[in-house]
């Protein structure tokens, strides 16, 4: 069943994959792995210490999150678990340096003012 509805144009997505049943407790050759394919992708992404950001559009961040699964079982990960939460607007496109420039700037303002009071 189709339905006529699209996709978000646009999302960043937030997101954890975690490889299950590796021989080590140590996952970051898995996560490597993860990184060099993102890179490949044309999108644009961010590593943190507890997964990566990405953002594109939503069949482009989707289709990327399950190329990153493929990847891994290809690699011998048997088991995969992620944990995505993704953001969308409708009012403008937001970029996730955008978001994060916005806080920054807040925070320097109340860093000022309260050098003031």
């Known amino acids: 069943m189709s339905s006529p509805l699209p996709t978000p144009p646009h999302c960043i997505a937030d997101f954890c994959l975690i490889p299950l049943g590796t021989p080590t407790a140590s996952v970051a050759r898995e996560i490597a792995s ?12 961010t590593l943190h210490s507890a ?6 559009s939503w ?3 989707m289709r ?20 995505v939460r993704v953001g969308t607007r409708v009012d403008r496109v937001q970029g996730m340096g955008e978001k994060v420039e916005r806080v920054e700037r807040l925070l ?3 860093e000022d003012a309260s050098r003031e009071g």
């Open 64 to 83: 990327v999150i399950g190329q990153c699964h493929e990847m891994l079982h290809r690699e011998g990960v048997v088991r995969i678990q992620s944990d």
């Open 108 to 110: 320097a303002e109340g």
């Open 59 to 61: 069949d482009d961040v």
């Open 51 to 56: 997964g990566t950001t990405v953002e594109g």
């Open 34 to 45: 993860v990184q060099r394919l993102l890179k490949t992708s044309g999108l644009s992404y």
